[in-house]
């Protein structure tokens, strides 16, 4: 029998008869530049500032979810948003905030931080939408570690981090509830340490546009996951 495949949307194919259902509104998810100019954060161990890596890893996780259609509003990538609300007060009508950060260690820990490396995700029980703040982080954890990362864990550490509970400890999601990002959005919201830049290796690593890229898709198709889940 002769079939007819028409295109449809994010590449696939789909024959003629077959009862297509896609969502009437398009995605819409905030994706946060860590930082502004003035405060950039961390200071990486060759000396960079940790807003420059959040900015390069924000556009490339814009890219990676407009590769499957969902529409990103950049937050902050000017560098010049220093109240922190005023970051999810202007994201409100996505679905999901998710703020890009590259990760530090203790100041006393600072002389030894060539120990310290992974990714680590946050989220607060006092964001509107706990549940899927969850699903989010457990799923982008879940798909860094597929890619070959592995979480930091030091942040539970009450001498080694802040002793901030795991929400999800094989994904490397903590709760850390006075986030504000988190706790001032009207959307789910989850924050990223993509790694530990005061660490030299690390360092390295994260400024390697191929490991972007990988750390990228990794939290594309982790956030594509939990959208497509119906969650508070
Ligand atoms: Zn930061």
Known sequence: M???WIPAFAGMTVSLGMTMVFSAVAKEVAVDVGHYAAEP??????GVPEFEF??????E???????DRIVVRLIGERGDYAVLHHRTRDARGAELFVSIHHDS??????????RFAGFSLFISRLNPFPGKSLACASSIGARLKEGGFVPSRYHADPVLGEARPFADEANGVHYYDNL???RSAAMASVLVEAGVIVN????????DPQVRRRIAAAVAAGVRECLAKELR
């Open 200 to 207: 030299r290796e690390e360092e390295r690593r994260m400024r």
């Open 61 to 67: 996780v814009k890219t990676e979810l407009e590769k």
């Open 180 to 182: 504000a990002v988190a």
């Open 2 to 4: 002769k079939q007819t």
């Open 105 to 114: 260690v203790r100041e006393r820990l600072l002389p030894q931080a060539d």
């Open 54 to 59: 959040n900015l390069a890893l924000a556009a």
């Open 41 to 46: 954060g961390v200071i990486s161990a060759s």
